[in-house]
């Protein structure tokens, strides 16, 4: 049996011979926590860090190198930590001067850790307990074991998600994965509040992955995970919706079981009911009444388009006044913080602690919301 000590001690070795090799005093690896509110760090003998109130927040909110100095003289250099697109935290180089080199150094650094990072938390549990600041509900700790990172991309499409109450979901779930040619994602909402919820989102992403893995398109990807549902939980069922984006032409395909449609924001603008079509039953035993074959939809993006898929725990949430969050207020806080240019995965950390954080708001129901913004290099 792995000892939680050990392992943290061997990331420690690591991080001490790069800081070594890199000619500064100390490197701190801070990792952002299961909500984004908090950079926690890997050695004890430094302190959790605000996301929103902190030099060290700004570089990771922003992926910008930021730089102050220490009340010892040194001077800090924090620089995010990222995999990809995905945001893990920052790092804290502790150099007794700047210069062009130790910037160049300490940025390949960031990258190397980034990986090392990555490639350890998967079975580490020292992560994962740095990165947790509340107990987990049971439901919880299944449904996230099965979730992929919060946020992918490339060149052409960047996928990112959030999902509260962080602790204690049940049936809400997403997932997005990437071909060389394609964008997969799908939001998920399953019946329920319990174990069982949960269990059912877990097997109708499991049926997703697998049909997605074989070359499935969409109506054979729905029709596993119906069959899945109807044979293994035939007393549950799946609301959702499952879509595919073509990187280099922007067509997007789709189908709504039973969902709340998505939202386009093209311009900084809503499009009204752009991807509004009537929805199928959900996944599960109801689609064993279909007469016909899943319906498939189909649009062409343009470039800077973001399509927003989320579950109805988003715009059922209360506010201070007692009225619903809604539609409008949901698209006009995204509108907003695309106008400022701001990150995909910056715009729905933020949303999504508004709606935690706001005085007397309230969330209903699970609230997810995932978000594909296909921005494809100028030719």
Same mark, same amino acid.
Request: hydrophobic letters at 45%; proline letters at 6%.
């Given at each position: 049996?792995? *000892?939680?000590?050990?392992?943290? &001690?061997?990331?420690?070795?690591?991080?001490?011979?790069?800081?070594?090799?890199?000619?500064?005093?100390?490197?701190?690896?801070?990792?952002?926590?299961?909500?984004?509110?908090?950079?926690?760090?890997?050695?004890?003998?430094?302190?959790?860090?605000?996301?929103?109130?902190?030099?060290?927040?700004?570089?990771?909110?922003?992926?910008?190198?930021?730089?102050?100095?220490?009340?010892?003289?040194?001077? +800090?250099?924090?620089?995010?930590?990222?995999?990809?697109? $995905?945001?893990?935290?920052?790092?804290?180089?502790?150099?007794?001067?700047? !210069?062009?080199?130790?910037?160049?150094?300490?940025?390949? +650094?960031?990258?190397?850790?980034? +990986?090392?990072?990555?490639? &350890?938390?998967?079975?580490?549990?020292?992560?994962?307990?740095?990165?947790?600041? @509340?107990?987990?509900?049971?439901?919880? $700790?299944?449904?996230?074991?099965?979730?992929?990172?919060?946020?992918?991309?490339?060149?052409?499409?960047?996928?990112?998600?959030?999902?509260?109450?962080?602790? @204690?979901?049940?049936?809400?779930?997403?997932?997005?994965?990437?071909?060389?040619?394609?964008?997969?994602?799908?939001?998920?909402?399953?019946?329920?509040?319990?174990?069982?919820?949960?269990?059912?989102?877990?097997?109708?992403?499991?049926?997703?992955?697998?049909?997605?893995?074989?070359?499935?398109?969409?109506?054979?990807?729905?029709?596993?995970?119906?069959?899945?549902?109807?044979?293994?939980?035939?007393?549950?069922?799946?609301?959702?919706? %499952?879509?595919? %984006? @073509?990187?280099?032409?922007?067509?997007?395909?789709?189908?709504?079981?039973?969902?709340?449609?998505?939202?386009?924001?093209?311009?900084?603008?809503?499009?009204?009911?752009?991807?509004?079509?009537?929805?199928?039953?959900?996944?599960?035993?109801?689609?064993?009444?279909?007469? %016909?074959?899943?319906?498939?939809?189909?649009?062409?993006? $343009?470039?800077?388009?973001?399509?927003?898929?989320?579950?109805?725990?988003?715009? @059922?949430?209360?506010?201070?006044?007692?009225? %619903?969050?809604?539609?409008?207020?949901?698209? !006009?806080?995204?509108?907003?913080?695309?106008?400022?240019?701001?990150?995909?995965?910056?715009?729905?950390?933020?949303?999504?602690?508004?709606?935690?954080?706001? $005085?007397?708001? &309230?969330?209903? *129901? *699970?609230?997810?919301?995932?978000?594909?913004?296909?921005?494809?290099?100028?030719?």
């Amino acid at each position: 049996m792995s *000892d939680p000590g050990v392992a943290a &001690k061997s990331f420690a070795t690591v991080v001490a011979r790069c800081a070594a090799a890199l000619g500064v005093h100390q490197i701190v690896v801070y990792l952002a926590d299961l909500q984004q509110r908090r950079l926690m760090p890997l050695t004890e003998i430094s302190t959790p860090l605000d996301i929103d109130g902190s030099l060290a927040g700004w570089a990771y909110r922003t992926l910008s190198l930021r730089v102050e100095e220490s009340p010892t003289g040194e001077v +800090m250099i924090w620089l995010p930590l990222v995999d990809g697109t $995905e945001r893990l935290g920052v790092i804290c180089v502790h150099s007794g001067s700047l !210069d062009a080199a130790t910037l160049r150094r300490s940025r390949s +650094m960031a990258a190397l850790l980034a +990986m090392l990072v990555t490639s &350890k938390r998967a079975y580490k549990e020292t992560f994962v307990q740095r990165t947790r600041t @509340e107990p987990m509900h049971l439901p919880a $700790e299944l449904l996230r074991a099965y979730l992929p990172p919060r946020t992918i991309g490339n060149s052409n499409v960047v996928s990112t998600a959030v999902l509260e109450p962080a602790y @204690e979901v049940g049936g809400d779930a997403f997932d997005h994965a990437l071909t060389s040619t394609t964008l997969h994602a799908a939001m998920l909402d399953s019946m329920g509040h319990d174990l069982a919820s949960g269990l059912t989102s877990v097997v109708t992403l499991a049926a997703c992955r697998n049909a997605r893995r074989t070359g499935a398109d969409l109506p054979d990807l729905v029709a596993s995970v119906d069959h899945a549902l109807t044979q293994w939980l035939p007393d549950q069922f799946c609301t959702g919706v %499952l879509l595919q %984006l @073509e990187l280099t032409t922007g067509v997007l395909r789709w189908i709504n079981c039973g969902h709340p449609p998505p939202l386009l924001i093209r311009n900084e603008h809503l499009v009204d009911d752009a991807l509004a079509r009537a929805a199928d039953p959900p996944m599960g035993l109801p689609a064993t009444f279909l007469d %016909l074959p899943r319906t498939v939809h189909e649009i062409s993006l $343009e470039p800077g388009d973001r399509v927003l898929l989320y579950t109805d725990g988003v715009t @059922e949430a209360r506010m201070q006044d007692g009225s %619903l969050f809604g539609l409008d207020r949901f698209a !006009d806080s995204v509108i907003r913080a695309t106008a400022g240019g701001e990150l995909a995965s910056e715009t729905l950390r933020r949303l999504i602690h508004w709606l935690l954080d706001s $005085e007397n708001s &309230k969330l209903r *129901d *699970d609230a997810t919301i995932l978000m594909v913004e296909w921005q494809p290099p100028r030719l």
